[in-house]
């Protein structure tokens, strides 16, 4: 069984930051690239962070880089991604994900249930 379950969305004002988490357990992620995708209303859902299992490698859609930090807690199984200087465009639903295929197309096998980040004006 697959567990992957996010914390830490919340009410922010521009400009401001956030940390949201993922506790993953059911099997060994430890090899696995972990990451963050998110979907705003009326929107597909899209790649916004990825971490190789070295954690030395890490991935950026075009809209975050420079602003969120991905990084990973392999004793404590948890990913985390940083959030600054945020927009009111980046809010959305934030998913986890383990097994993420980056690319032209990112996808992943597993997520998680999703927490809601709104950035206000």
């Known amino acids: 069984q697959v567990q992957l379950v996010e914390s830490g969305g919340g009410l922010v004002q521009a400009g401001g930051s956030l940390r949201v988490s993922c506790a993953y357990s059911?099997?060994?992620?430890?090899?696995?690239?972990m990451g963050w995708f998110r979907q705003a209303p009326g929107k597909e859902r899209e790649f916004v962070a990825a971490?190789?299992?070295?954690?030395?490698?890490?991935y950026y859609a075009d809209s975050v880089k420079g602003r969120f930090t991905i990084s990973r807690d392999s004793d404590k199984n948890t990913i985390y991604l940083q959030m600054n200087s945020l927009k009111p465009e980046d809010t959305a639903v934030y998913y986890c994900?383990?097994?993420?295929?980056?690319?032209?197309?990112?996808?992943?096998?597993?997520w998680g249930q999703g927490t809601q980040v709104t950035v206000s004006s």
């Open positions: 994900a383990a097994n993420v295929v980056t690319g032209l197309k990112p996808r992943a096998d597993y």
């Open positions: 059911g099997r060994t992620f430890s090899t696995y690239v």
């Open positions: 971490i190789m299992w070295t954690a030395t490698s890490t």
